[in-house]
């Protein structure tokens, strides 16, 4: 083959590719402008909690103490309102201090928590990020991901103030 032959083909080449945007920026040009258009907007369920080093020292110390007798953590409005396993306990705590008025439903507590201790033992400052289908524990390096459990189908749940006062009987707390 001669050269002159080859430069004819190559500048074909070139002319066709010019001429011809490939069609894989063609689908791609489409399918951003269809991300757009369908895309959800953001909920209001949706936020990020800053959980620095002491902060994610004591949540993890909460999740070590219901690790043992709790399958499930539900906490609503800051707070874990709920009954152990073999409903010999009730377990009401406020962490407003800690998680705000976050709500969070967290299965298999025990496996999470050995999970997010490899991060307390890092000491490093955690960000938990909550939205309407996972939440993500995450440093300045990793993350964990999490999904969110069906509450349906938790052991343990949130026990609301009207029924944890039927339950608690005051002259037993005296």
């Known amino acids: 083959m001669k050269e002159e032959d080859l430069n004819d083909l190559i500048g074909e080449?070139?002319?066709e590719v010019e001429d011809d945007?490939?069609?894989?920026?063609e689908e791609s040009e489409n399918e951003g402008s269809e991300v757009e258009?369908?895309?959800k907007p953001v909920s209001e369920e949706d936020k990020i909690i800053d959980l620095r080093k002491n902060k994610f020292s004591i949540?993890?110390?909460l999740l070590r103490i219901l690790k043992d007798t709790c399958t499930d953590l539900a906490l609503e409005k800051g707070k874990i309102q709920q009954l152990s396993d073999k409903r010999q306990c009730i377990f009401s705590i406020d962490t407003k201090s800690i998680m705000g008025n976050t709500n969070l439903l967290m299965s298999s507590v025990a496996t999470k928590h050995d999970l997010l201790e490899i991060f307390r033992k890092q000491h490093v400052d955690m960000y938990l990020e909550i939205?309407?289908?996972n939440y993500i524990f995450r440093d300045s390096i990793s993350k964990l991901e999490f999904i969110k459990p069906m509450e349906e189908y938790m052991e343990n749940k949130f026990m609301p103030d009207s029924h944890l006062n039927k339950k608690v009987i005051k002259?037993?707390?005296l």
């Open 171 to 173: 002259k037993d707390l």
């Open 59 to 61: 949540f993890m110390d």
């Open 21 to 25: 945007s490939p069609p894989w920026e």
């Open 13 to 15: 080449e070139e002319s």
């Open 131 to 133: 939205n309407d289908s």
């Open 37 to 39: 258009d369908n895309a």
